[in-house]
């Protein structure tokens, strides 16, 4: 008996977050979240009993803010992510340095799909 | 043209005394205008206003009184002698029906040299490069003085392949603070590198004798308080001619499009913005189309709850995009959300209480808030019986800085308990998504006469933690 894989949520649009939370949690996620800002999000990574699994991230968050320093504190760790946006034309940005290139889901898009990318993003390849 | 850079340049005493082909430099400015020696004498008529009705090339020569049959305009001849004396400028109207404004010109220091007719009205539009009628004017330095030195534009008359300056504007010369422009060769005015784009902009009008239209280009402004700002330019650069016909120079004019191009981005940025927005909206209406068919048992059941809700979402929406021009206090929103219930509603409902000005997204989330109170009365709760009513108390909530609003429905004959308010989205709505959402205490009791819901929330949104 493994236990359920955690995942972050990172967005700031609660109605969208609540409907993550309950997709993924009836998929078999433990859902981490939804945070809504970068700070909230990085404090929940850097927490020593994280444990994270893989995270979804929306873009552009309140205030101006993106979850770039989100996804550089999940790529540190090694621990992988999506991203889930309403804005991908400040992706390009965000994403060069990264490789392999995170997938991006580009709201709104159909929650089963957003099922599946977490699910083969946790999914160790080759088993 | 003002070459949008900087850079030292020590004065230059030698210069040759300035002869561009003045001909060329009103035919750049694209002025229609006739102009006069002391004498009345006509010296000068540009191409503009060659297609003016009896302006011809043989008024050259001829004395400004021939003017006043041509025109139409008596005593045209007086009125120029008038100015001359410094009387001002005066304003005719010719037989044809547009404005003439007549001027004198002086010299630097003020001698008055002659008498400028100029055509104000639109006129026919003439191709660039029609033949001027002119004669040498005596001192083409004054004429240049009283065309161009105000112009709200920087002009620069340059000679030969090095585009040796030979006449700046005080527009130019703002471009240049502490440098003498005149006698100074474009590359010790500008150095390549840090505007290429005025180098082949003068370098293409002199080497083909055709006018050249510049990008827009930019550059980055600090002044000398050490703030910088950046500016954006467009320009023209005119070839001026000797009278043999070879090209001794180009005319530059460059206009400030700053304003134009903050104009551009700001579009550009509202487009993106729109964007985002869009799409963050459908995803919204996909959360609540979600959550409304989760527990739906009944199909038109489900389609009334969803179209209210987006009818809601609406609502909600209009505060986001007013910003901050939108007042929002907390009574209207209570009350706009009950009108949708038809206006006997407000027979039933007693709305007490301090009101308060909410905050954009504080007023958008509370209408999604309220709506779902409303809609579930109307299901489940007092509007659904005879006699319940309502009672919605605003007030200051426990701490300072904290607003409150309690819920409380009454009905003597309550419908039996549904502890379920049909699709569990509202419950869910106004129990945890809309407390977290505002940093917000609340709590949802069903008691015998009917729900009270109390919600207590921040009067700002606290900051991003």
Known sequence: ???????????????????????????????????????????EIAAANSGLDGATLDLSLAGGQTSG????????????????????????????????????????????RVVREVQSMVTPPHV | ??????????????????????????????????????????????????????????????????????????????????????????????????????????????????CILQFTGTGPVVPPGGDDAYSLLDDNETLLRDLLSNAPFAVGIHRGPEHTCIFANDEFRTWHPGVEP???????????????????????????????????TSYLETRPDGQTRRRYFSGVAEPYRTRSGAVAGVMAMT???????????????????????????????????????????????????????????????????????????????????LDQLGPEIHDRVTLRGADAELEAATASTIVLALHELTNNAVKHGAFASEDGVVTIECGSGRGPNELSLVWSEHADHPLPETTE???GFGKLLLTELVPRELGAHASFSYRPDGIVYELRFPATMPAPT
């Open chain 2, 1 to 114: 043209m003002a070459d949008g850079c900087t850079g030292s340049l020590d004065r230059r005493t030698d210069i040759p005394a300035a002869q561009p082909d003045a001909a060329s430099i009103l035919r750049a400015a694209g002025v229609p205008v006739i102009v006069a020696d002391r004498n009345l004498t006509i010296r000068f008529i540009t191409s503009q206003a060659l297609t003016r009705p009896g302006i011809t090339a043989d008024l050259i020569g001829q004395s400004a009184d021939s003017l006043t049959e041509t025109l139409g305009t008596r005593g045209l001849d007086n009125e120029m002698r008038e100015v001359m004396v410094g009387a001002g400028s005066r304003t005719r109207r010719t037989a044809s029906g547009e404005d003439l404004r007549v001027a004198a010109c002086h010299d630097t220091t003020g001698g008055v040299t002659g």
């Open chain 2, 421 to 423: 308010d049909g699709d």
């Open chain 1, 1 to 43: 008996m493994t236990r359920r894989p955690r995942i972050l949520v990172v967005e700031d649009e609660f109605l969208y977050a609540a409907l993550l939370k309950r997709i993924l949690s009836d998929a078999g996620f433990e859902v981490v979240g939804p945070h809504a800002t970068v700070d909230a999000a990085i404090a």
């Open chain 1, 69 to 112: 320093p989100v996804a550089q504190a999940l790529w540190d760790r090694g621990i992988p992510f999506l991203f889930l946006t309403g804005d991908d034309s400040i992706l390009d940005a965000s994403a060069a340095p990264m490789s392999p290139r995170p997938v991006v889901l580009v709201k709104p898009v159909p929650v089963a």
């Open chain 2, 182 to 216: 005149l006698g100074s060769t474009l590359a010790e005015r500008c150095v390549l590198g840090e505007n290429p784009g005025a180098h082949k902009l003068l370098d293409a009008a002199f080497q083909t004798g055709k006018a050249q239209i510049a990008q827009t």
């Open chain 2, 255 to 337: 206009f400030e499009v700053t304003e134009q191009q903050m104009w551009r981005d700001r579009q550009e940025l509202l487009v993106s913005e729109l964007r985002h927005r869009v799409k963050n909206l459908l995803a919204i209406v996909q959360a609540v189309a979600a959550f409304s068919a989760y527990n739906a048992s009944d199909k038109d059941d489900l389609l009334d709850r969803l179209q209210l809700r987006l009818e809601a979402i609406g609502r909600a929406n209009l505060h986001l995009v007013a910003g901050s021009a939108m007042p929002r206090p907390l009574h209207d929103l209570v009350r706009q959300e």
